[in-house]
T-cell receptor
Framework: AQTVTQSQPEMSVQEAETVTLSCTYD???????LFWYKQPPSRQMILVIR??????QNATENRFSVNFQKAAKSFSLKISDSQLGDTAMYFC????????????????FGQGTILTVHP | KAGVTQTPRYLIKTRGQQVTLSCSPI?????VSWYQQTPGQGLQFLFE???????NKGNFPGRFSGRQFSNSRSEMNVSTLELGDSALYLC????????????FGSGTRLTVV
């Protein structure tokens, strides 16, 4: 079973600056996936970025990138050039993996980090 | 293309009553998952359905049940409501369980009084 931990309940950043959100996880699987989701006030969870554990290269999606440290079981999200629209709660998540394969429909989420971007 | 539709958006129920929440997935999506979100417990997995079959179930009491219909629409039911069941219930859909492209709905906010 996976466990996911986010140690920063709240973060704030000025518009155009860079911010990093932390996430640590624990899993007994050898191959797994990690996600960052964003939940704005509209409540809808939006996939921001994903990382496959067997890939050494850190994933990047426009202004969003991850720092994946497999040995340390760390998966942080870096947001560059922060925008007001980035204000949201961010969740780190991992799907369930078992002998039947990976089920992306069963996610374990961290407690979330509320990010506020100030003008 | 319509997104994941959850109805109703808001619901107020009295302790002891039962409630049914509905989730219509994106057209063509056959996999549906449900989550409960509360300030104290965060996001917790409830169920996962694919082709009308429950594939996974979270650690919730038997008062929580769900089902999926042949058109992939899903419902979850909570019987004998307790105050602690007050939460945001989120539904997500995807083509299949092996696809990571799950799209979430905006949830149903249930308040138990």
């Amino acid at each position: 079973a996976q466990t996911v931990t986010q140690s920063q309940p709240e973060m704030s950043v000025q518009e155009a600056e860079t911010v990093t959100l932390s996430c640590t996880y624990d899993t007994s699987e050898s191959n797994y996936y990690l996600f960052w989701y964003k939940q704005p006030p509209s409540r809808q969870m939006i996939l921001v970025i994903r990382q496959e554990a067997y890939k050494q290269q850190n994933a990047t999606e426009n202004r969003f990138s991850v720092n994946f440290q497999k040995a340390a079981k760390s998966f942080s999200l870096k947001i560059s050039d922060s925008q007001l629209g980035d204000t949201a709660m961010y969740f780190c998540a991992s799907p369930d993996s078992n002998a039947g394969g990976t089920s992306y429909g069963k996610l374990t989420f961290g407690q979330g980090t509320i990010l506020t971007v100030h003008p | 293309k319509a997104g994941v539709t959850q109805t109703p958006r808001y619901l107020i129920k009295t302790r002891g009553q039962q409630v049914t929440l509905s989730c219509s997935p994106i057209s063509g999506h056959r996999s549906v998952s449900w989550y409960q979100q509360t300030p104290g417990q965060g996001l917790q997995f409830l169920f996962e359905y694919f082709s009308e079959t429950q594939r996974n179930k979270g650690n919730f009491p038997g008062r929580f049940s769900g089902r999926q219909f042949s058109n992939s629409r899903s419902e979850m039911n909570v019987s004998t409501l307790e105050l602690g069941d007050s939460a945001l219930y989120l539904c997500a859909s995807s083509l299949a369980p092996g696809s990571y492209g799950y799209t979430f709905g905006s949830g149903t906010r249930l308040t138990v009084v």
